[in-house]
């Protein structure tokens, strides 16, 4: 079982609406989480952080976490075509200084 | 991105050979990390510091040796590169805590072994 897990995709979603992506972790002892997002050829970066249980809004991005369920996601509303990219979770525990990537999902928002 | 550039942007090197990849940043941030990305498996940790001569491994280390002898500078080697070590890597940057912080990425290096 990989550490983190994300559904590849690729997710489409038309322009406007709300694209909805998810990650699952095994550390029950994992304590921050990220989303980072890559355009193609190019680094991530950082677009959200969490690390409570519940909901953490920022512009038309919101972050939720439940730790009893292991899971964490990410909702874009009022999706562009500008957020197409693909869109990394990331976890890091209590026990190590080190991030843990999935393996990222590809986001596609059509015009 | 941040003042954190890597050199060379892309690399063709022959199996066999040993090859450098130089990380430096401006920021004076104490954590440094390498990580290498390929397709299926996302980024996975190879090295990573806390401070100048103060390294670890990480998940994907064997092959691969690094140094840090400046703060600024974190220098990934492949001591004899082989076709398995063709990928993109990138280095990230973190200032204190990185599970509070999260990372600065690189804009990377792309690596081709033939």
């Known amino acids: 079982q990989k550490e983190v897990e994300q559904n590849s995709g690729p997710l489409s979603v038309p322009e406007g609406a709300i694209a909805s992506l998810n990650c699952t972790y095994s550390?029950?002892?994992?304590?921050?989480f990220f989303w980072y997002r890559q355009y193609s050829g190019k680094s991530p970066e950082l677009i959200m952080s969490?690390?409570?249980?519940g909901d953490k809004e920022d512009g038309r991005f919101t972050a939720q976490l439940n730790k009893a369920s292991q899971y964490v996601s990410l909702l874009i509303r009022d999706s562009q075509p500008s957020d197409s990219a693909t869109y990394l979770c990331?976890?890091?525990?209590?026990?190590?200084?080190?991030?843990?990537f999935g393996a990222g999902t590809r986001l596609t928002v059509k015009p | 991105d941040a003042g954190i550039t890597q050199s060379p942007r892309h690399k063709v090197t022959e199996t066999g050979t040993p090859v450098t990849l130089r990380c430096h940043q401006t920021?004076?941030?104490?954590?440094m990390y390498w990580y290498r990305q390929d397709p299926g498996h996302g980024l996975r940790l190879i090295h990573y510091s806390y401070g100048v001569k103060d390294t670890d491994k990480g998940e994907v280390s064997d092959g691969y040796s690094v140094s840090r002898s400046k703060t600024e500078d974190f220098l990934l080697t492949l001591e004899s590169a082989t076709s398995s070590q063709t990928s993109v890597y990138f280095c990230?940057?973190?200032?204190?805590?990185?599970?509070?912080?999260?990372?600065?990425f690189g804009s990377g290096t792309r690596l081709t072994v033939v």
């Open positions: 990230a940057i973190s200032d204190r805590d990185s599970r509070v912080y999260g990372y600065t």
């Open positions: 920021e004076n941030h104490r954590y």
């Open positions: 969490i690390y409570s249980n």
């Open positions: 990331a976890v890091n525990s209590a026990n190590n200084n080190d991030m843990r």
């Open positions: 550390d029950r002892g994992s304590q921050s």
